[in-house]
Every structure is written in C-alpha cells, then in structure tokens.
C-alpha cells in the first residue's frame, strides 16, 4: 500500500512478527470486569499498548420520550479517545472517525442484546480509550460486551472482537499499530460466541471493516484468522466474568 | 435522593458522615505515576476513595506568543466522561470541566511551578508547549483534589522528548530531560454543608454542598491561588479555618506525592 511497506522487515529468520509474535498470536491481554463504581457495568481491556476503559448505564427511562421504541431498548453508544492516546496529542471530543466507529460499535453489539425485554428503555455504552497502539475499536467493543454483561443485560452470546491483517502478503492477527499503518490492509471482526455446557455452537459476524489491497483469498484467510483470535478474546471474557463473581462470592472456586 | 441530601444535611450537623468518615478524613488516597506506557510523555491515575482521574501530558513543539518570544506555554483541560456519572451528558467541556481546568491550572500557573523559560527552544520560533489533559473516569466528589494532585505527579514523573532541529519535529522515543519543578503547589478543597465544614466529600455529600473553597499552597506555605464554588457564602472565619485546616492535607498529599515520585 505504501513504499515504506517493502523496506519493513516484517518478519525475522523465526518467522516472528516486529514484536515477537506468530502470525496467529494475540498480543497480552488483559480484563477486569466492574473497574467503576458509578456505572451499572464497567470493564477494562488491555491488548498490548492498546487500553480501553468500557462503561454502560441502564436499561434506563429514555428521554427525550420521541426518541424511544415502544418494542425494543434504545442503545446510545459513544466512542472516544482521551487527548494523551495518541503520540500527538488529540482535541477532546469525539471527532469524525470516532462518531463512525460509534455507529459501527453500537451495530457490532446490538444484535446481541436482548433488545425487546426492555420496551422504551435507553441503555448507554461508553468507551473511552486511554492508549492506543491499533485496534482500538475492536478492543472497545470486547470492553462494551463485559461491561453489558457486568451491568446483568441478557444478551445472546457475548461479543469478542479483535482484527487480522496482511503484512509481506501474510495474513495475521491481532495487528498492532505499525502492522495496521504500515502493512497492507486491516479487518476488524467482531464475533457473537454462542455456547452451550462449554461446547461453542456457533457465531455471528457483527463487524466487518476492511481497508487495504487484498485479494478474496487474503480477505477469507483474515476472516478466519480474526474468528480465531475472537474465541481467544471470549475464553478469557468469559474468565474475567468468572473471577468477577468468585470474587463476590468470597470463595475460590 | 432528596432523601440522603436531608440525612447527610442532618448527620453533619452532628458531626456526623453517611460513610462514618469524621469530618476532616480522607478517604485512602492511591496514586500510580507512567500508567499510560508509550503516548504520553508522563501520566498518573490518582484515586481518591472511587474517584478516578487519569492525567497524561502531551508535549508538543509551537511557536511562542509574540508578547513573550523566550517562553513556552502549559495548557490545562479536564474532561468529564459521560461514564464518570449518571447525569454526565457526552459532548465538548461542559461548565463543571471547564472550571476544573481552570482551578487545576491556576494552582500550577500562579506558583510558577514549570519555568516557562526552560521551555523554550529557538527564541521567538520554536517553544514547548505542555498539555495537562485530565480525563476524569470516576466521579465520587472531590474532584478538584484528585485531578491538581494526578497532575502534580504526572508533571514530576513527566519529561521533555529531544527536538530534532533538521527535521523541526520532536524524537518522541528520545528523553532530552525531566521537566524541571520550581515548587510544588498543592491544592485541596474545603467542603460546608449547612454550618459545618468538612473534607474530602462524597459524590452523594457534594449534592447536599453550599459551598467550597479551593486553596493552593506552595511549600513555604503560601496560598496562590483560591476559587469559591457553589451557591451559598462563607464568613470570613470560615475560610480562615478552611485555609488552616488545608495544611495537614497539603502534608499529606506531598507525602503521597515523595512516595510515588520522590527525588
């Protein structure tokens, strides 16, 4: 996509990543369910450098009244990043790249929800990224769904996200912030899990973005990858919930 | 909740709190210096109780005012996220913000704790420029306290990344130096409901608050800046007590601060 792109040495005699990776690793990660106290749910998500701090209020009375559905919960969803985020330092507030991923955030999440058990009801999402090194909407929305679940909203299956990309014309995930600037192409991918005693029964794609120069091969072949990384994601999600709740109980099992 | 404003109303009048506090203790106080790992040139996330401010600094190369050529310049902004409260709304600063950062600000400006000086780079060209943004996650009260004490320690954990004169840009992977403290001004806020004067509220309390007064303190003691908030007055005693009273806090938030970030 770039010049600079061939003069990167994407991958060492190991065939590791710019930052001792296999293709197919996550970066570190990091969860912690109810870090607030004033929100109805809150959690913490970690991968790498890339930090977001994720809140959710609600189901709550929607006002102003027009704006509520007489069927189904109303979502509002914000996504923002703090000034000190980014190496150069950003103006406050959400701009427009972040009311879009606002928007696909809140789609990527939706169709989780058990929308209809709360009629004309409003629940906010928030999430604020504290530091960024790629994948911040994605790290976001696996935030959003912990938060959803520590604030008790039924959802269907809980929401894990995270992105593949292409570096050197191979596919990898989990891309950091120079595989995403530099490499050629990035897709975020964010999961519906669907489980049954433990046994994964399938998944809904709610997230798709894609930039780059890919053929449908690459596209497939990041798709696929990105699943992967996502039931990484939901193990430990479902691992944060767990010791949450251990935690409220007192007990060690 | 008028309920609890009436009850907190009532207990304070006996001396009492909702959270059995008496009315000049702190809640515990944490504070963690570089929270932010690699975007931001020095960063603190201070808890006071379940208030949490997260400050980073932004160092950025500017050209200097015209009036004054040889100094660099501080920027103050506190944002109140939509998550820190119920009844935050999302959007640009809203009044409260803006006069936190201002609060903050005027505590660090006027006791001239960053020599403006000492920032500067290419007299008349290139200057620094360091921005103190406040993201506040957490709102349980007090919250002048927390952000002016995340911003000390994120200003003396803080540093200035090495200016590259060819390319006119700055190295942010390379030190050039810690930013240099003058003094240290401390700032903390005394509380009155009804007739009693109390430290360190609760969000709940604040929403029972007639008035505040904000004194800050250099280490020879002091005051360079105060801000009165909120909708009731104070006498002349009382704030000769707030100010007094600030003392034993000021001590115990440089305690704090020496712990974290000590010489």
Redesign the interface.
Known sequence: MTSSDEDIEWFDDEGKRVDGREKDDLRETEMEVDVLTEADGSAMVEVGNTRVIASVFGPQELHPKHLQESDRAVIKMRYNMAPFSVDDRMSPGPNRRAKEIGLVAKKALEPAIEMEKFPTAGIDISMEVVESDGGTRVTGITAAALALADAGIPMKGMVSATAAGVVDETPVLDVNGKEDKEGNADIPIALINYDEDGEHTGEEITLVQMDGDLTQEQVEDCIELAKDGCRQLHEMQQDAMLEKYRQLRGGDE | MKLNQDTIREMAEDGQRLDGRDLKEMRDIKVETD??????EG?ALVEIG?T?V?V???I?IEEPYDDRPGKGTIVT?A?L??????DYE????QEDGVELARVVDRGIREAEAIDLEDLCMVEGEKVYTV?I?A?V????GNLIDATSLAAMAALKSGYLPAYDEETETLN?DEKWKDIELQCEPITVTGHKIGDTLLWDTT?EEEKALDARLTVSKKKDGNIVAMQKGETQPFTADEMSQIMTEADEKIQKFREILEAEVGE
Do not use: C, Q, V
């Open positions: 929270y932010i790992n690699e975007t931001s960063s379940d949490k997260l980073g600094l932004s950025e902004n944002e996220a939509p998550m820190a409260r119920r999302s959007g640009p600063p921005f943004d993201h996650l957490n709102d349980d942010r969000g």
